[in-house]
């Protein structure tokens, strides 16, 4: 399956504020969806790219039908008219997605996200830029596999996934793919973290210290490796479930490999909490909404736009139908900038979702407020820089509600 | 006719507040219709119509809705009833419809009742719940009312340099009124300490920083003042009434003019309303407030906002003791929202009520000395929506 060489562009690591043990633990109110935009947002911010196409890779998306990448598309901001695709199969789809966004042309967005329950899971989201040129790296897709080879799944309906015998997964997972294509010095990705080690080790691989530090972070994983070695050559296999495959990557002459890997490592060094936050309790919460609503409103909602009013030039978020400060009718959508400085907050400890509830009020730069929850495994202070970050806010009516929450920002 | 200086008040009662298993939303509407009617020395035959202040029916499965609430448990029928609601400023807005009717030569006696039941279920499964459930599925996720004026207070407190125990001191002074009230929800004093030790409910507050959830019914009947002055044994005067609507619901704390250290809608209704009385120096001028207390730091502000002290004066006003019974300017001698309780519709009726009586010096223990002018006041929405009403003797 011959494929023609695409560029990677930038790249950007999300992990979650709380490591437990050598795992990253997500908070309650993030899933797929939300890892996988908050790495996607990162670089879109840096880049300013516009791509024409968005592929999310995850093995545990927020909906087992109707999708979860279109809300993605949302919160990135890349949509409406983009194609947009989601593979769920298997933690290779983190390079599947690669390889899609390198056969479509153009340039892509590759988001992959991992919120598993496994022994070896750790939560986060990577996401990748890919151009037909340009970049700071070189992607070269190798050989790739489907077989009947069940090691890792979860059958409809089936409230927790099976995996087989590790003894098997040795003899007929990633290590006997990386044998057999001959890859030099692999990087294997595989969901039991301890045979892909072994592996990579027996093979003469970099190492993965990544899984030391985040646990086997999913469809991501592979996505994240990239990231982290940039820098220098590399070959990448990941298989499970009986899909693998693997990628070369090579990265351009000028630096800007060493400086995407810099980045990444930066995100991945940042402290932790070591405690999960209190659990949210969901169960309290029977919220009103509405299908016509959500749709009606997802500028306001996901893509967190404002109206500017044309006239006075007032920035006023959630976009009003007149102006507050001069009564015009004419307003545009304008997407907020995500930063800002706390004004007053409080710790609620009646809102019935858990232990307590922080609630803020932000003057984001540039004019507009945001009032809303603060992240559950953050607290706020009057005058913390903050910044905003997609979260599942509930599941009323059995959707999931995303919108955004107050995080203390990220020490530059 | 204006309302001002036409409009008086002829008769008014209060159902005592607090939790009422025993009696149900149309008892206690009924209860204060009647004691209203009777206190005016009226037949319910006079009255030729009546508005209905409730501001949350669906806690009560919607037989508050509307008017036929008041057609029900009054037997008022065929005559004209309709149900206001402007959030916690729901009682208030029954008078002034009812003043408003008077004023416009529609009506000559006319019925305004507050009535509210909260307490059929849990104070969690009050308006906790429905603001939790109810309300707009993303913006307004994570709002309690106490939360709300939360953020308030811990901008308040930054900003001026106010202690925590300087709010303590609200609920503190309001209680020790409260024992002189015995309609009052809460009639015992409390401590500094046990303000200060109460569970958390929104950061720094409290449950005694809280206004309890409570059910309660108040009324009042209105003239025209020439009808009182012919027809009354007692009445009062509407000096002043004021109405200002500032803002959206959930777009208050988004809008980049909001200080959180007071309420603009304060300010314009008390404009209006002084404006109307001829008050220029409001606690020179005034006998007495009602305020909404509805957290400690509520009434700090609403010190500043109705003009009883300057911008940052209200903790200071507080610890003068000025604002106390006895002092030159006493806020809430029922006790207020602190300890009367907030039963949403009631609350406006029973400030004016509480004004009334001491205007017409029938406060009993409570009795300001020749007391000849108060005002009222309500907050609601949060914080956008306002209503003075000045109450003063008559000529």
């Known amino acids: 399956m011959p494929v023609e060489p695409a560029f990677l562009v930038d790249g950007a690591l999300a992990l979650p504020a709380t490591a437990v043990r050598g ?64 593979l769920t199969a298997s933690l290779r789809d983190g390079l599947a997605a690669l390889r899609v966004a390198a056969a479509l042309g153009g340039t892509a967005l590759v988001c992959a996200s991992h919120r598993g329950r496994g022994r070896d899971d750790g939560h ?17 897709p190798g050989p790739a596999r489907a077989e ?6 979860r059958l409809a309906g089936a409230p927790e996934r099976s995996e ?20 030099e010095a692999p990087s294997v990705v595989g969901p039991a973290a301890r045979i892909a080690a072994r592996a990579e080790r027996e093979l003469g691989g970099p190492g993965d210290e990544l899984a030391g530090e985040t646990g086997v972070l999913g469809a991501a994983h592979a996505l994240a490796r990239i ?20 990628i070369e990557v090579e990265p351009a002459s000028g630096g800007g490999a060493a400086e995407v890997a810099a980045r990444a490592r930066a995100a991945l060094a940042k402290e932790r909490r070591t405690e999960p936050p209190p659990p949210l309790d969901w169960s309290a919460l029977d919220p009103y909404t509405s299908a016509p609503r959500s749709w009606r409103e997802r500028g306001q909602d996901l893509r967190l736009e404002a109206g500017r009013c044309a006239a006075c030039g007032r920035i006023v978020f959630p976009h009003p139908q007149t102006c507050p400060g001069c009564g015009s009718r004419e307003l545009s959508a304008e997407r907020l900038p995500r930063a800002g400085t706390v004004l007053t907050q409080t710790r609620d400890h009646v809102y019935p979702l858990g232990r307590s509830t922080a609630m803020a009020v932000v003057e984001l730069d540039g004019g507009a407020r945001f009032y809303g929850q603060v992240v559950p495994s953050a607290s706020v202070a009057i005058g913390t820089r903050v910044r905003l970050v997609p979260r599942r806010l509930h599941n009323g009516a059995g959707a999931a509600q995303y919108f ?9 | 006719m204006p309302i001002a200086g036409e409009v008086a008040i002829v008769g008014w009662a209060t159902t005592e507040f607090g939790v009422h298993h025993e009696r149900g939303y149309l008892d206690l509407l009924a209860e204060a219709a009647f004691g209203a009617v009777e206190d005016a020395g009226l037949d319910l035959a006079q009255v030729e119509s009546a508005w209905l202040g409730t501001a949350e029916p669906g806690i009560v499965g919607l037989v508050p809705d509307a008017g036929t609430a008041v057609a029900e448990a009054i037997g008022f029928a065929p005559r004209p009833v309709t149900r206001v609601a402007n959030f916690c400023c729901t009682g208030m807005e029954a008078v002034r419809a009812a003043a408003l009717d008077i004023a416009a030569g529609e009506h000559r006696l006319v019925l305004a009742i507050g009535a509210e039941k909260m307490r059929d279920v849990s104070p969690r499964g009050s308006l906790v719940a429905r603001t939790a459930n109810l309300t707009h599925p993303t913006v307004a996720k994570g709002r309690t009312a106490p939360g709300q004026f939360a953020l308030l207070a811990n901008r308040y407190m930054e900003r001026w340099g106010v202690a925590r125990e300087t709010l303590a001191r609200v609920a503190v002074k309001n209680h020790e009124h409260a024992t002189r009230n015995p309609k009052a929800h809460f009639r015992r004093p409390v401590s500094l300490e046990e303000v200060l030790a ?26 025209p003042v020439e009808w009182a002055r012919e027809h009354a044994s007692h009445y009062v005067v509407i000096r002043g009434f004021g109405l200002a609507v500032t803002g959206g619901y959930y777009t208050t704390f988004y809008d980049p003019d909001n200080d959180f250290l007071g309420f603009r809608s304060t300010r314009e209704a008390a404009a209006v309303a002084f404006g109307q009385a001829g008050i220029t120096e409001p606690r020179r001028q005034l006998d007495l407030v009602e305020c909404h207390d509805c957290f400690t730091v509520t009434e700090l502000v609403n010190y500043e906002d109705l003009g009883l002290c300057g911008r940052g004066e209200g903790a200071a006003l507080l610890e003068s003791g000025a ?3 006895g002092g030159d300017i006493p806020v809430n001698l029922s006790g207020g929202l602190q300890s009367c309780g907030h039963p949403v519709g009631a609350t406006g009726v029973r400030m004016i009520a509480e004004i009334a009586d001491h205007v017409a010096g029938r406060a009993g223990e409570r009795q300001v000395e020749g007391a000849r002018l108060g005002a009222a006041h309500t907050l609601g929405g949060p914080g956008v929506i306002s209503t003075v009403c000045v109450v003063g003797a008559p000529d």
Do not use: H, M, N
Request: charged share 20%; hydrophobic share 50%.
């Open chain 1, 227 to 246: 990231l982290l070695g940039l820098e220098r050559p590399q070959r990448v296999l990941a298989a499970a479930s009986g899909l693998a495959e693997a």
């Open chain 1, 148 to 153: 009947e080879l069940r090691d890792r799944y």
């Open chain 1, 404 to 412: 955004w929450k107050i995080a203390p920002a990220e020490a530059s």
């Open chain 1, 164 to 183: 087989a015998d590790p003894s098997f997964v040795w003899d007929a997972g990633a290590p006997r793919l990386a044998r057999e294509w001959g890859l």
């Open chain 2, 198 to 223: 109460a569970p958390l409910v929104a950061e720094p507050f409290g449950t005694l920083d809280c206004t309890p959830t409570t059910d309660g019914a108040a009324a009042a009947v209105v003239a």
């Open chain 1, 124 to 140: 986060g989201g990577a996401a990748v830029l890919v151009a037909a040129d340009g970049g700071v790296a070189a992607l070269r």
């Open chain 2, 323 to 325: 604002t106390a019974a």
């Open chain 1, 23 to 86: 795992r990253t633990v997500a908070d309650d109110d993030e899933d797929a969806v939300t890892l996988a935009a908050e790495a996607g947002l990162a670089l879109l911010e840096r880049t300013r790219a516009r791509p024409q196409a968005l592929v999310l890779a995850t093995t545990t998306p927020p909906y087992d039908e109707g999708g979860s990448v279109q809300a993605l598309a949302e919160l990135l901001g890349v949509g409406p008219d983009v194609f947009a695709l989601e």
